[in-house]
């Protein structure tokens, strides 16, 4: 399919934006892209500017933002009542949450060196320390 008047295909769009097609139909199921225009033939034809919100989507995805949080920050960027503080602030708090999955996954971690040191790999998996630790039935 060709482009008509500034309208992209799906196929297009996704190519442009570096995406698969699906990402495309779920952002528009998500409500982060406007609804397209259907041609007469009823296949969608998206607007150029579409491209940079798909790049800005991905890109928020990247820095670990939830569909969400995009959403907050598309809306703050056409909200005249906010500001660039507003942006830090959910940029901020998505570095705290990052910090503590980062805090989490350390501690996954010191778990699991601990117990594969404790596994010698040389007993019947009837006596693996790592899979006893897991079936422990303790509550904390």
């Keep these: ?22 990402t495309v139909r779920y952002s528009a199921r998500e ?41 907050e920050l598309l809306s703050l960027r056409i909200d005249e009542d906010k500001t660039c503080a507003d942006v830090r602030q959910q940029a901020e708090a998505k570095l705290v ?4 999955r980062i805090r989490s996954l350390q501690r996954m971690k010191r778990a699991l060196v601990k117990l594969t040191r404790q596994c010698q ?12 630790s897991l079936d422990r039935k303790e509550t904390n």
């Design 31 to 71: 409500g982060l892209l406007v609804e397209p225009q259907r041609r007469q033939s009823g296949y969608r034809q998206y607007r150029n500017d579409t491209v940079g919100r798909l790049l800005f989507i991905r890109r928020a995805k990247e820095l670990g933002f939830t569909l969400k949080e995009i959403s």
């Design 97 to 100: 949450d990052i910090e503590e």
């Design 1 to 22: 399919m060709t482009t008509h008047s500034g309208s992209l295909s799906i196929g297009q769009l996704a190519k442009r934006a570096g995406v698969d097609v699906e």
């Design 121 to 132: 790999g040389s007993s019947p998996t009837s006596e693996c320390p790592i899979l006893e």
